[in-house]
Nanobody, 115 residues
Framework: QVQLEESGGGLVQAGGSLRLSCAAS????????MGWFRQAPGKERELVAQ???????NYADSVKGRFTISRDNAKNMVFLQMNSLKPEDTAVYYC?????????WGQGTQVTVSS
C-alpha cells in the first residue's frame, strides 16, 4: 500500500501561482509513476502532469508551459508548480502513484482561481 498526502492548495487570483506538494509513504520502493490529476465540478477526473520512472514527463495540453512537475525520489515526494493560473484551472487536485501493487490516490486538495 502507498499513502499519499497533498498540501498547498488554496485560493489565488488569475495570473497567480501555487505549488502543490505530495508526500508518499508505505511501499514506495517500487513506485514507478507519480503525478497529478484534477477534477472540476461536473467533469471527469483528468491527467494534469505525470512523472514516469525514467524521468519522462507528460503534461495535459491545457497546462503545458504553465505547470511544472518535479519529483524528489529520495524524499518520496512529487510537486506541481502552477504558474499563470486561470479560472478554468479551478478543481480538486489529486496526487497519484502507480506501481505493480496498484493505483493510489490522495484525498485531494482544492485549488480555486478567481477572475
Amino acid at each position: 500500500q502507498v499513502q499519499l498526502e497533498e498540501s498547498g492548495g488554496g485560493l489565488v487570483q488569475a495570473g497567480g501561482s501555487l505549488r502543490l506538494s505530495c508526500a508518499a509513504s508505505g511501499h514506495t520502493d517500487s513506485t514507478y509513476a507519480m503525478g497529478w490529476f484534477r477534477q472540476a465540478p461536473g467533469k471527469e477526473r483528468e491527467l494534469v502532469a505525470q512523472s514516469g520512472p525514467i524521468g519522462n514527463l507528460n503534461y495535459a495540453d491545457s497546462v503545458k508551459g504553465r505547470f511544472t512537475i518535479s519529483r524528489d525520489n529520495a524524499k518520496n515526494m512529487v510537486f506541481l508548480q502552477m504558474n499563470s493560473l486561470k479560472p478554468e484551472d479551478t478543481a480538486v487536485y489529486y496526487c497519484n502513484a502507480l506501481n505493480s501493487r496498484g493505483n493510489y490516490w490522495g484525498q485531494g486538495t482544492q485549488v480555486t482561481v478567481s477572475s
